[in-house]
C-alpha cells in the first residue's frame, strides 16, 4: 500500500534544538490539550522528547518543516510511536504517511516485533486513526501506564510478518 510521494521530503534524527521544531512541538501540545481531557493528554513536551530511550524525528520538503513523529523504546522487542504531527501547512500531502512509515521502518531495524501507540478518540483523532488503520494498527489491550477508557484507545502492529 504505497502512499503519496512528498517530492523534497527528507526525514532527519532531531535534536529539538530549531525554533521550527520546538513551535510544532508547541502546536502539538496546544492541539492535544484543546481535543482531549486534561488528565489524558500523553503528548511529549521537548525535554521528555529528549529522554533516553525516544528517538526524535522531524520531516523537512526544500527546508520548511514539514513534520514530526518519534519513537520510545519500551523494551528489546517493543516500540511505542509517540508526538506525531504534520505541519498545518502540509496537512494532506503524506508527510503524516511517510513519517509513520520511516517509524515503522525504524523498529524493523532495531528488531522490534511490535510497535504500539495510544491515541483519543473523536474527530481531531480520526485522520490518524485512518492513517493507523490503513496501515494495519489494530486495537489492543492498555500498554504501559495507559488505561483505555471512553477516550484514550491503543493501537498495535505487529512486526514479524511481511513489510508495510
Known amino acids: 500500500m504505497p502512499g503519496k510521494k512528498v517530492d523534497g521530503l527528507h526525514i532527519r534524527e532531531d535534536d529539538l534544538t530549531g525554533e521550527d521544531i520546538q513551535a510544532l512541538v508547541a502546536i502539538h501540545l496546544s492541539g492535544m490539550h484543546a481535543s482531549s481531557p486534561a488528565c489524558k493528554v500523553h503528548a511529549l513536551p521537548v525535554d ?26 519500551l523494551d528489546a522487542r517493543h516500540g511505542e510511536l509517540k508526538s506525531m504531527r504534520v505541519a498545518p501547512e502540509w496537512l494532506g500531502h503524506g508527510v503524516g504517511e511517510a513519517m509513520l512509515l520511516h517509524l515503522i521502518a525504524i523498529a524493523r531495524a532495531r528488531g522490534y516485533t511490535r510497535v504500539s501507540l495510544e491515541t483519543g478518540r473523536g474527530p481531531a483523532f480520526e485522520p490518524a ?34 513489510e508495510v
Do not use: N
Open 129 to 162: 486513526l485512518g492513517l493507523y488503520r490503513k496501515h494495519g494498527f489494530t486495537a489492543c489491550e492498555a500498554f504501559g501506564d495507559y488505561v483505555a477508557d471512553d477516550f484514550s484507545q491503543c493501537l498495535r502492529l505487529g512486526l514479524e510478518g511481511p
Open 48 to 73: 521528555r522528547l529528549r529522554a533516553p530511550g525516544v528517538t526524535f524525528y522531524s520531516a523537512w520538503v526544500r527546508g520548511a518543516l514539514a513534520g514530526m513523529g518519534a519513537i520510545k523504546q
